[in-house]
């Protein structure tokens, strides 16, 4: 007998609620490529990202399991973020779409002016 109290989600909604949304494909993307990244290197980076925004998105990855936050006592503070293996076990597929997107964006408007990924 199941339980009536257990939530029922398909597979694929699980997935792309842990990872959809506008910046935490290209934030779990550039720590891979960086390695382990601070904050303020992850703000330069991701263009029109806002302070909030970043803070928000990565304390979702965090809880997610997807991305180590470590705090270093000192002054001023310092804070990195590194990759989990579980994280890892989803460079592939970002790559995949990655080189989807790049053949795409070569088709498309020249108006549209991508922006680096790496």
Same mark, same amino acid.
């Given at each position: =007998?199941?339980?009536?109290?257990?939530? +029922?989600? @398909?597979?694929?909604?699980? !997935?792309?609620?842990?990872? !959809?949304?506008? #910046?935490? @494909?290209?934030?779990?993307? #550039?720590?891979?490529?960086?390695?382990?990244?601070? #904050?303020?290197?992850?703000?330069? =980076?991701?263009? !029109? *990202?806002?302070?909030? =925004?970043?803070?928000?998105?990565?304390?979702?990855?965090? &809880?997610?399991?997807?991305?180590?936050?470590t705090v270093?006592? &000192?002054?001023?503070?310092?804070?990195?973020? +590194?990759?989990t293996p *579980?994280?890892? &076990?989803?460079?592939?597929?970002?790559?995949?779409?990655? &080189?989807?997107a790049d053949?795409?964006?070569?088709?498309?408007?020249?108006?549209?002016?991508? *922006? +680096? @990924?790496?």
């Amino acid at each position: =007998m199941k339980d009536s109290k257990r939530e +029922s989600i @398909c597979s694929v909604d699980y !997935g792309f609620q842990r990872i !959809g949304g506008k #910046y935490k @494909c290209r934030l779990i993307w #550039y720590i891979h490529t960086h390695g382990i990244v601070r #904050y303020g290197v992850l703000r330069r =980076m991701v263009k !029109g *990202i806002t302070p909030k =925004m970043l803070t928000q998105t990565l304390r979702e990855l965090e &809880e997610d399991k997807l991305v180590i936050r470590t705090v270093y006592h &000192e002054v001023p503070p310092k804070v990195e973020y +590194s990759l989990t293996p *579980i994280a890892e &076990e989803l460079i592939p597929f970002i790559q995949h779409v990655k &080189e989807w997107a790049d053949r795409r964006l070569e088709e498309l408007d020249k108006d549209i002016e991508p *922006i +680096s @990924c790496d």
